[in-house]
């Protein structure tokens, strides 16, 4: 049986292609980059976090409403306000954050939403005050608890009395977008 000698030069340029290929994907592969959201301090992160907020909880909650209710009362987030950085003393209490968190102490950060309802055909615009919690972790950033209270606007009354809301819509919406900061999936912007 003969061979051409050509043949086997050819398959030695198919095997070291092939070679370098695998090479390239698998040093790739164990390369893990680094999330901008990681390496932020929480000024930073909240500043952006503030320009995506109302359309992610928007989303949030037409995600949850439930299509065959009759009566279906929720919020439209139009605007999130300017955060405030400045920490409130934590006093002799202990927390209970709703996330694993780090030895470190929580960042405060305080945001306003402005939100519009429909009720009965009426327009209701609420001022929404919230108070969150953020932790550092291996993995980034996460909201460890929040609280917030509600009042009119414009304000005519006092708004009503911090209660805790770690699960509602804002907060879902803030670790969904800490979730696409992480993953790098946000738009600049």
């Known amino acids: 049986m003969c061979r051409d000698k050509g043949a086997g030069g050819i398959e030695f340029y198919i095997l070291a292609f092939w070679l370098g290929i695998f090479a390239h994907f ?6 893990k980059p680094v999330s901008s959201c990681q390496q932020q301090d929480v000024e930073t992160l909240t500043n952006r976090l503030i320009k ?3 359309s992610y909880t928007n989303r949030v909650t037409q995600r949850s409403r439930r299509l065959k209710r009759v009566v279906d009362i929720y919020s439209y987030v139009l605007l999130a306000g300017r955060p405030e950085f400045a920490p409130l003393s ?8 709703t996330e694993p ?12 939403t402005l939100e519009r309802q429909y009720t009965a055909g009426k327009l209701v615009q609420l001022q929404q ?7 550092r972790t291996d993995s980034g950033w996460r ?23 770690s699960n509602g819509a804002v907060a879902q919406a803030v670790r969904i977008w800490l979730r696409d900061c992480q993953a790098g999936t946000l738009r600049s912007g």
């Open 26 to 31: 698998s040093v790739n592969a164990q390369q």
């Open 52 to 54: 995506d907020l109302p």
């Open 90 to 97: 934590l006093g002799p209490g202990v927390y209970a954050p």
């Open 101 to 112: 968190t780090s030895s470190q102490e929580p960042q405060q950060v305080f945001i306003t």
């Open 129 to 135: 005050y919230h108070w969150l919690f953020f932790t």
């Open 143 to 165: 909201l460890a608890f929040m609280f917030s209270r509600t009042g009119n606007y414009p304000n005519n009354r006092p708004p009503t009395p911090p209660r805790e809301s």
